[in-house]
């Protein structure tokens, strides 16, 4: 299972570089808000198809229901969606996708640290350790570098 889920996240870095290169060149040319909305009217559309073939999809949708604050936390991640699509494409427009993208995962990595630390989301708590603070160091000094 492990080989599966280092693969799904190249696969999603992937997507992600050639998403916010797209949104960066339609960016440029039609500004921000065009650029997010229309992608989020057609996952719009692409979902609402999905549901409508899929009938136990509802089922599993109001078992939303018996998460403590399962609708909540999805309506922030909705929002925080439309926060990645914006900040990232105005990123890539200003700094490129190379500088864009390091800052990106350094951010990732640097919050996703503090989340495990404080074993926020049900996350299993992982202390942060001198051989972490060296890594986002030297994330750091790479940056730089291909700032240069």
């Known amino acids: 299972m492990l080989y599966y889920g280092i693969i799904a996240a190249l696969i999603g870095g992937i997507f992600i570089a050639v ?22 009217i057609i996952q719009f559309i692409i979902l609402s198809a999905i549901i409508l073939t899929k009938k136990d999809l509802i089922g599993n949708i109001l078992k939303l229901r018996d998460v403590k604050f399962g609708v909540g936390f999805l309506i922030i991640s909705a929002i925080l969606g439309l926060g990645i699509m ?12 190379l500088v864009a993208f390091a800052i990106v995962i350094f951010s990732q990595l640097f919050t996703s640290m503090v989340v495990e630390h404080m074993g926020l989301f049900d996350m299993v708590q992982k202390s942060i350790s001198g051989y972490r603070m060296l890594g986002l160091l030297a994330m750091l000094v790479g940056i730089g570098l291909f700032y240069k």
């Open 19 to 40: 998403q916010g290169g797209i949104n960066g060149m339609i960016g440029n040319k039609v500004g921000i808000f065009p650029t997010v909305i229309v992608p989020v």
């Open 86 to 97: 914006s900040t990232l494409t105005f990123s890539i427009m200003e700094t490129g996708p």
